[in-house]
C-alpha cells in the first residue's frame, strides 16, 4: 500500500512536541500513558488502511448523489467504515466512561482522525460530524435529548449533522428564516429549507439528526433571534419505534471534489409535520454553534494538512521512484538519468510542502492541545489556553487551507503530466482539498475574525497570549546554537506583525472600520506565515533536543535532522513573504473599497 | 449567454497598448486594417458564442475517451468546431494567400484564439495544434510534403499533433529512443511509442499527421541524434486514395481537466509498416520542433490566461448578482443585504484576477507582436525582436499558468460554496488550467530555461533588450504625473532583479551551476512580478492617453479608469511579493541540493 501519512511525525507532534503525557495529570485523563495512545494510533492506522484508503479512489469515481424520492446513494462501504469507526470508539471517544466513551484527549481522537483525514478525508467528515453533533446536544441538551439521541449516535447508525446554510444568506447567519413555532407538547413546528448540508442524506445510517439553527417565531431579528434545534428525520415514537419527521432531501450537490462526501439540500416541514426540540435556551442557538463551529474550524484546517500530506507522501514516493533527465553540469548523454527527487528544483517542491504539511499539522494539533486543556480547567486557570486557542483558530483554518492548496498543486506538479491524469491520486487530493478554503466560514470571514474579533478581544489579551507562548519558543530555541538565527528572525517577524497591527489600528479607532478590514485576507496571510514559523522553530527545538542526546530510540537521526532542515527551509524560502503582505497592508490608499465597480469590467 | 471574455479589452491590447497598426506598415500585412481586424475577431466571437461555448460544459461531462481497437470518442460537435473555424480560417490564416490563407499577423490569430480559448478551452487546442505542425511542414518541408499535407490540414480534415514524449524520457528530449531507419524509397521505417499526444485520435478528423521525434538509426546520442519527421497515420497512396500507415492509438489518458482534449498513447510499426518523412536535415529535429515548442508555449501561457479570463468574468457576474451580508459598522440586521462586490475582500480577489489575467494577456499579445515583427524582418533589424522574444517566452509561459491557477482558484472562491459546485463553470476552469504549468515543458523547466539559457544568452543580450524595453516605458510612464510613482517602482525593481541575477551569477561563474540553477522557479517568480508590472504600466500609459485626450469614443472613460485602477493595485498588492524572492534567492546555504533525501521523509 502507498504511504498516506507519516506516523512518525504524527507521534513526534504528540510525544515530542506537544507534550500530550502533561495531559495524563488531569484526573479527567488519568487513565491514560503514551503506550496506550500509541496502541491507539496504530489501531486507527489499521483499520485505516483496512476499510478507507484502498476504496478512496473508488469513491470518488462511483460518487454519492441523489437518487430520487428523498434518497441519497452512497458506496457500500461507507456502512462499513462508519460502523468499524464506531466500533473503535472514533465517534465517542472524547466522551465520559458513562456515556460509554473513554475520556481520550482531542489530541488522540484528532491524531486518529488525521490518519482517516489522509486515508479517505470524504468518509471521515460522516464520523467527525456525528461527533460534533453529539456534542452540542451533550453540553446543552436535555437529559431525554441525550438519551435518545446520543447512544445511536454513537453506535453508528444516526448521522449527526450541522444544518446552518440557507439559500438566501450564505455565510450571512444573520438571514437565517427557518422558523421553530411552539407547541404546548414541548416541541417546535419547523419550517425552512438549508443547504450545503455535509452527510445529510446517505445509505449508510439509519436515521439523521440534523443540529439546526431556526429562529424561533417572533424572535428579534438579527443573530440574537437565533435559536438551536435538534431536528431528526425520523422521530421517536412513545413506542420505541420511529415514525417520518418531515425531514425532506430534495437533491444534492455534485462538486469539484470529496465525491464521496454527501452535500444535500434538505427541506423542513413541507407537510407542516416536522418537529424540533430546543437545545439550550431560545436565542443562544448562535453561540452553542459557534462552539461547535470552532471546533470544526480547527477539524477543517486539520482535513487540508491530512488531504496535503497525502498528496506530499504521494509526491514523495514519486519523485524517489521515477528517473529522468541529469543534473546541471552533466553532458554526458549516454549517463543514466537520475531519480528526480536529486533535481534541485523537485526537491524545493518537496520540502515547500513538507515544511506547509508538518507546520499546518503542528499547528492542528496545539489547537487540539490546547482545546483538552480548556476542558479540564476552568475559571482563571482556563483563559490562557481559551484565549490562545480563539485567536488560533481562524489561522489553522485558513493557513492549512490556503497554503494545503498550494501544497497539493505543487504535488501534481512533481509528478508533472502524470500528476494531471486519474491514474494517480493528487489530482484527487487537489479537488478535495480545494473545499477547505469554503467550509465553516471561507477565508474572507476567517480573516474578518481574525483581524476584526480576535486581535482585539478582550483589550488585545489573545494576541498577547500569543505572543507570550511565541516568546517562549523563541527564547528555548536562542538557547541551542543552531536555533539561534532563526529564533531572532521569528522575533523580528513578530514586532513587524505587532507594528503592522498598530498601524492598521488607526483606521479602526479613527472610525473606519471598513478600511481597518479591507485587507483582512492579507494581515491572515502574514499571520498565517509567522504563526508556522513558530510551529516549525517549536518542533526544531524538540529535534534538536534529541540530537543534542543523540537518543535515537524512538525516531532516526535522520528524522530529527530533517525537522530542522525543514525549519530552515520554511524561514528561508516563505517567511520572507510576511514583509511582502506587511508592505501591502501599510501602503496608503484604498482601492479595494470602491462603491461603483465598472472599474472591474 | 454568460460573458466569457472582454472583446473590449482585447481591441485595447490590439490597438491602443501594442499597436498592430504598426504591423500594416509592412507588404506581408498592408492588405489590412483596423476595421478588417475588429470584423474578423467579431466574426471568431460570433463563432465561439454559437460552437463553443455553449458545449464547453457537456464537452466536459461526456470527456473524450478510449472506445478499444485503436479508436477514441469524442463529442459529435467537435467536428462541427473544427470544420467551422477552418472555414473561417482560423487554421490557416496566417499562411500566405497563395496557400489558401489570410497573412494574417499572429497578433490577429491569437485575438480569434483568446476568444476560443475563453470560450471552450478544449476544443481550441485540436485547431491551433493543427496550425502549428503545419507550420513544421510549411517552414522546413519539401513542396511535396507541402502539397500533400497542408491542404487537408488547413481544411481541418486531417489532424497535426506534435510526438515528443516518451514513456522513459518524459521532460528529458535527451532519451528518446523512437528509431526511424532509412529505406531507399524516400521515406523511414519508423519504430517506437509516444505518451501524452494531444488530440492523436479522435472522431472529428480523417487522419492524423504526427510531426514526431525520433532517432535515425545509428545517430549520435543526446540531443543532437534527434530528427524530425512527419508521420500520417493514413498515408497516402500513389492512386490517390489512403493506406493504413501502422499508427496504433493504443489508449488515452483520463484528466483532471480539459476532458474535451484527448491526450493518446501512441505506438508507430508495432507491424513494421509505419513510414515517416523527414522534415529538413537530419539531426535537426530538436531545433525544428523548438521553433513549434517557442510557439506553442506562448499558444499556452495565453491558454492560461484565456481560462483565467473566463473564470474571472464568471466570478465578476456572480459578484454582482448575489447579495449577502452587510458591510462593516453596519450593525442593522433589517437593512438589506449588500451585492458582495461591495464586499473589499471581494473587490480584493476581482481585481487580483483581474490584475493577473489583463496582464498576462497583455504579455501574451506583446509576444504575439514579437513574432509577427520577426516574420518580416531579418538580420540585424530582426534580431532585437527575437531576443525580447526569446526572454518573455518562458515568462509568459510560466506567470500565465501559475498565477493563472491562483487566480482561478479566486474565482472559485468569490463563489464560495457554490463556486465549488458543477453548476458553475469556475470548478472547470481551475480543472481545466493546471495543466498549463505542466504543458510543453513544466514551470521548472521554463525556469531553467530562462535562467540557464536566456539570461545569458549572447552575452546577456536578451536581458538588455527587456531592460531596454522596460526603460521606454518607465521614461514613457514619468511623463504622466499620475504613473510617476508606479514608473520609480518599477525602476527599482528591474534594478533589484539585476542585482539580484549578479549575485546569482557568481555561483556560475564559479563552477557551480547546480547552485546557480537551484532556485531558478523563484527567479522566475521574480521576473514574472517585474515582467507583468511592465505590462500593466504600458497599459496605464495607454490608457492615461486615451484619458488625458477624452477620447472615449472606443471605449469608456470608467474602462480607462479601470487600466488605471488595476495598475495601482498590481503594483500595491503583488510587486511587492518580488523583493521577497529576492531575499529568498540571495540567502546564504543550500537547502534543496541534498545528495541523499533522508530528511524529507
Same mark, same amino acid.
Given at each position: 500500500m502507498s504511504r498516506y501519512t507519516s506516523m512518525e511525525h504524527l507521534r513526534f507532534l504528540l510525544?515530542? !512536541?506537544?507534550?500530550?503525557?502533561?495531559?495524563?495529570?488531569?484526573e479527567y485523563f488519568a487513565h491514560l500513558d503514551p503506550e496506550q495512545v500509541t496502541l491507539m494510533i496504530d489501531s486507527a492506522k489499521a483499520l485505516a488502511d483496512r476499510d478507507m484508503y484502498p476504496f478512496f479512489k473508488e469513491m470518488d469515481e462511483q460518487p454519492v448523489h441523489y437518487a430520487g424520492e428523498g434518497k441519497v446513494w452512497s458506496h457500500p462501504q461507507l456502512r462499513t467504515i462508519i460502523q468499524n469507526a464506531a466500533e473503535q470508539n472514533w465517534?465517542?471517544?472524547?466522551?465520559p466512561f458513562d456515556l460509554g466513551? #473513554?475520556? #481520550? *484527549?482531542q489530541m488522540v481522537y484528532n491524531a486518529a482522525h488525521h490518519i482517516f483525514q489522509a486515508a479517505n478525508n470524504g468518509a471521515q467528515g460522516y464520523i467527525s460530524l456525528t461527533t460534533g453533533a453529539a456534542r452540542l446536544i451533550h453540553d446543552y441538551g436535555t437529559s431525554e435529548l441525550i438519551e435518545t439521541f446520543l447512544p445511536p449516535m454513537f453506535d453508528g447508525r444516526w448521522q449527526g449533522t450541522m444544518a446552518l446554510t440557507e439559500p438566501q444568506a450564505g455565510s450571512a447567519?444573520?438571514?437565517?428564516?427557518t422558523v421553530a413555532t411552539p407547541t404546548e407538547s414541548g416541541y417546535y413546528h419547523i419550517k425552512g429549507q438549508k443547504i450545503?448540508?455535509?452527510?445529510? &442524506?446517505?445509505?449508510?445510517?439509519e436515521n439523521f439528526v440534523h443540529l439546526t439553527l431556526a429562529r424561533i417565531a417572533g424572535a428579534p431579528p438579527g443573530l440574537k433571534g437565533v435559536s438551536l434545534f435538534v431536528i431528526p428525520k425520523h422521530r421517536p415514537t412513545a413506542g420505541g419505534g420511529l415514525e417520518y419527521?418531515? !425531514?425532506?432531501?430534495a437533491g444534492d450537490y455534485q462538486k469539484l471534489?470529496?465525491?464521496?462526501y454527501a452535500t444535500t439540500h434538505l427541506v423542513f416541514? &413541507?407537510?407542516?409535520?416536522c418537529r424540533g426540540w430546543l437545545v439550550g435556551? *431560545?436565542?443562544k442557538g448562535l453561540s452553542y454553534m459557534f462552539q461547535l463551529m470552532n471546533e470544526a474550524r480547527i477539524g477543517v484546517g486539520q482535513t487540508a494538512a491530512s488531504v496535503a500530506m497525502a498528496a506530499y507522501q504521494a509526491s514523495l514516493q514519486y519523485a524517489r521512484e521515477r528517473s529522468q533527465g541529469r543534473k *546541471?553540469?552533466?553532458?554526458? *548523454?549516454l549517463k543514466p538519468p537520475v531519480p528526480?527527487?536529486?533535481?534541485a528544483d523537485v526537491q524545493r517542491m518537496l520540502f515547500t510542502q513538507k515544511a506547509i504539511v508538518e507546520g499546518s499539522l503542528s499547528l492542528a494539533m496545539e489547537c487540539n492541545r490546547l482545546a483538552d486543556l480548556m476542558h479540564v480547567t476552568e475559571g482563571e486557570e482556563q483563559r490562557p489556553h481559551w484565549l490562545l486557542l480563539e485567536i488560533l483558530t481562524p489561522i489553522v483554518k485558513t493557513y492549512s487551507s490556503e497554503q494545503g492548496n498550494r501544497s497539493a498543486s505543487l504535488a501534481i506538479q512533481v509528478l508533472g503530466g502524470y500528476g494531471y491524469? !486519474?491514474?494517480?491520486p493528487v489530482q484527487q487530493y487537489y479537488r478535495d482539498l480545494r473545499i477547505m478554503a469554503i467550509y465553516e466560514g471561507t477565508t474572507g470571514i476567517q480573516s474578518l475574525d481574525l483581524l476584526g474579533r480576535k486581535m482585539t478581544m478582550e483589550n488585545g489579551a489573545a494576541l498577547t497570549a500569543l505572543a507570550q507562548h511565541i516568546d517562549i519558543t523563541i527564547r528555548t530555541a536562542a538557547a541551542h546554537p543552531v536555533l539561534q538565527a532563526q529564533a531572532a528572525i521569528l522575533q523580528a517577524e513578530m514586532e513587524r506583525l505587532g507594528k503592522t497591527l498598530r498601524q492598521l489600528g488607526k483606521f479602526a479607532q479613527s472610525g473606519n472600520p471598513e478600511r481597518y478590514l479591507a485587507d483582512a485576507t492579507v494581515f491572515m496571510e502574514m499571520a498565517g506565515y509567522v504563526v508556522i514559523a513558530w510551529q516549525w522553530l517549536k518542533m526544531a527545538v524538540a529535534a534538536q533536543i534529541a540530537l543534542d542526546a543523540a537518543d535515537?530510540?524512538?525516531?532516526?537521526k535522520s528524522f530529527y535532522e530533517g525537522k530542522i532542515h525543514t525549519m530552515q527551509f520554511f524561514f528561508r524560502y &516563505?517567511?520572507?513573504h510576511a514583509a511582502a503582505c506587511a508592505e501591502v497592508l501599510l501602503a496608503p490608499g484604498e482601492l479595494t473599497m470602491l462603491e461603483e465597480d465598472e472599474r472591474l469590467d
Open positions: 510525544f515530542e !512536541v506537544h507534550g500530550i503525557q502533561d495531559l495524563f495529570t488531569y465517534i465517542n471517544g472524547q466522551y466513551g #473513554l475520556q #481520550l *484527549p447567519l444573520t438571514d437565517i428564516t450545503f448540508i455535509s452527510a445529510g &442524506e446517505h445509505m449508510a445510517c419527521n418531515d !425531514v425532506f432531501c471534489g470529496q465525491r464521496a416541514g &413541507e407537510h407542516d409535520n435556551e *431560545p436565542h *546541471p553540469g552533466e553532458k554526458d *548523454p528526480i527527487i536529486q533535481h491524469t !486519474v491514474d494517480f535515537f530510540s524512538t525516531q532516526s &516563505e517567511l520572507p
